[in-house]
Structure formats: C-alpha cells, structure tokens
C-alpha cells in the first residue's frame, strides 16, 4: 500500500510568480484535502477534492486553485505568489466513505517566497 | 477566530511516566476529535479519534478523553516513551464537513 506522496519537496519561488504543487494520493483513497501550515501553527484547511471537483474550502482567495485528476491525484496552484504564502503545503487523502477521518498525510512541499 | 486551541507549546516528562497533552475548543458543532503526531521533515499522523458520543477512547498506550460541557480533551500517553517525542496536534471535524480545524500543537519532549 503506497502512502501520499508529494512533490517537489522543497521550492523557492519570487513573488508574483506562480507554482503548482502535487500530490498522489494514497492507494484506495477518493478524497484529496489540501493544508497550508505557517510556521509556529497548525495545518490550516485550503480545500478538498472528491471527484474531481472542490467539495468545501476554507478561508484563502481565489488565487488558490486546484485540481483532481482522474486517478486521484491532485495539484494546488498558486498565483501571484505574496511573501505570506511561505509554508509547509500539506496534501492529505482519506476514503469519503470512512467516517473515521483518518487522512493519509504526505511530507509536504516547503514554499519559501522571496 | 482559534477554534481549537492548544494552551501549552510544549511539554517535557521522563520516560515511563505519563504524558497529559490538552486542548479546548469553542465550536459547539464540532462532533469528531483527532490527534496526530508529528516528525520534523514529515507529515502528520493519525494516532486516535473519538466521537462526540463517547467520552473515552483507548488504544494501547494512549487514551482520549472528551468532555463536552466543558469543551474540553485530553490525551494520556501511558507510559511515555522517548519515541513518543514529536509535535502533538489536536483536531476537530463536525457534521458532514470533512473540513479538520486544528490547533496550533504542543511539543512533546520524553527524556530518558
């Protein structure tokens, strides 16, 4: 059973730019939840994904966008890179129909904005 | 607005005694807890739940227990083992949103 992997794992990028994170999502899984985790704080919910559309998202504007492909893996994309984005983005997957919430976390991607 | 919180950054036991990590939260449509565990240079992990019906939750080493009217739960580590020392976060989900709100987290340290 392969677990969440994500990449790339680490990623230095200038303001004003854009990026895309990725993730594959673990075997099983039909779910794909996105975090953004600033130093000193909890992973904070982005959105998530369950057949291939945004299904809830928390509080970050628009220039924050992702997808879910078929297989089940998911990209994050980010606009307009500002200095604050700097954080560990964090990809999860869980089974929707398991209401234990045990989400499957990867490593994380660690953005620096300069 | 923290609807999770975690009061203590860290906490420092010897091994073989027991660790009380704790967290308070506001939101009264929270209806599912979490705790993850976490490693520098790696991802959170699950290591146990419980559900607004109950009150206390057991696996091995570690036991959940949930107080609604206070809004409060804690989590024991019995007895703490140095491996066990990792950044603890408390997380909470309601209703049909599969949305978790965590804390900030507390740093465990176990020493030998």
């Known amino acids: 059973e392969t677990g969440v992997t994500q990449s790339p794992t680490h990623l230095i990028k200038t303001r004003g730019q854009q990026v895309t994170l990725r993730c594959s999502s673990q075997?099983?899984?039909?779910?794909v939840s996105w975090y953004q985790q600033a130093l000193g704080q909890g992973p904070q919910f982005i959105f998530q994904y369950y057949r291939e559309e945004e299904n809830g998202r928390g509080n970050f504007p628009p220039r924050f966008s992702g997808l879910q492909f078929p297989n089940y893996s998911s990209e994050l994309n980010v606009n307009a890179l500002e200095l604050d984005d700097s954080a560990l983005y964090l990809c999860?997957?869980?089974?929707?129909?398991?209401?234990?919430?045990?989400?499957?976390f990867g490593s994380g991607t660690r953005l620096t904005v300069v | 607005d923290q609807q999770v919180k975690q009061n203590s950054p860290s906490l420092s036991v010897q091994e073989g005694r027991i660790s009380i990590l704790n967290c308070d939260y506001t939101n009264s449509m929270f209806d599912y807890f979490l705790w993850y565990k976490k490693y520098p240079a790696e991802g959170p992990t699950f290591l146990i739940s419980?559900?607004?019906?109950?009150d206390k939750n057991e696996d091995g080493r570690f036991t959940v227990f949930l107080n609604k009217s206070a809004k409060h739960l804690s989590l024991h580590i019995v007895p703490s083992q140095p491996g066990d020392s990792a950044v603890y976060f408390c997380?909470?989900?309601?209703?049909?949103?599969?949305?978790?709100?965590f804390g900030k987290g507390t740093l465990l340290t176990v020493n030998p």
């Open positions: 997380a909470a989900s309601g209703g049909s949103n599969y949305k978790l709100t």
């Open positions: 075997s099983g899984h039909n779910t």
């Open positions: 999860a997957s869980s089974r929707r129909d398991r209401k234990n919430y045990g989400y499957t």
């Open positions: 419980i559900s607004s019906i109950k």
